[in-house]
């Protein structure tokens, strides 16, 4: 070699790249709880969509839409009937709990014309916060907020 060129070995490069790798992974373990609200909200926005969802797939269709919560198998489903399910979405790690208010968790469902069978609250409690949403008679509508 010649001993002008002058220039960083392999070692020293694997070296500097592996300390600057571990320096870059640190704030990503140590920012996982400021993730946790947003995920919150995120799911509570989802399960609102999904019942927007069921309305729209009841429509499209012509057909009665239900949305069946199984607590067994922590899923909640989009379905015909009992044996035709159109969707089907995990309930992650059980953080989602949902209650009764003023309307059954199973009595979520959709005409062929997309207005509700029937109107009411029900409660999800994911994590330590819980929700209220309401489907409303007419029009269909479905407002969230947080209690």
């Given at each position: 070699m010649n001993p002008l060129q002058r220039g960083y070995t392999l070692i020293e490069?694997?070296?500097?790249?592996?300390?600057?790798?571990?320096?870059?992974?640190?704030?990503?373990?140590f920012l996982h709880d400021f993730r946790k609200p947003y995920e919150v909200d995120y799911l509570a926005h989802q399960f609102k969509e999904d019942i927007l969802l069921a309305q729209h797939i009841a429509m499209t269709h012509g057909r009665t839409t239900y949305i069946k919560v199984d607590l067994l198998s922590n899923d909640y489903v989009i379905r015909f009937s009992a044996n035709d399910e159109y969707f089907k979405r995990p309930i992650i790690n059980k953080i989602m709990q949902f209650s009764a208010v003023s309307m059954g968790v199973n009595d979520i469902s959709?005409?062929?014309?997309?207005?509700?069978?029937?109107?009411?609250?029900?409660?999800v409690k994911i994590?330590?916060?819980?929700?209220?949403?309401?489907?409303?008679?007419?029009?269909?509508?479905?407002?969230?907020?947080?209690?």
């Open positions: 490069t694997l070296i500097s790249l592996s300390i600057f790798s571990l320096l870059l992974t640190l704030p990503i373990l959709f005409n062929p014309n997309g207005n509700p069978r029937k109107s009411g609250t029900i409660q994590h330590d916060r819980v929700f209220h949403y309401t489907i409303y008679l007419g029009r269909g509508r479905v407002y969230y907020r947080e209690v």
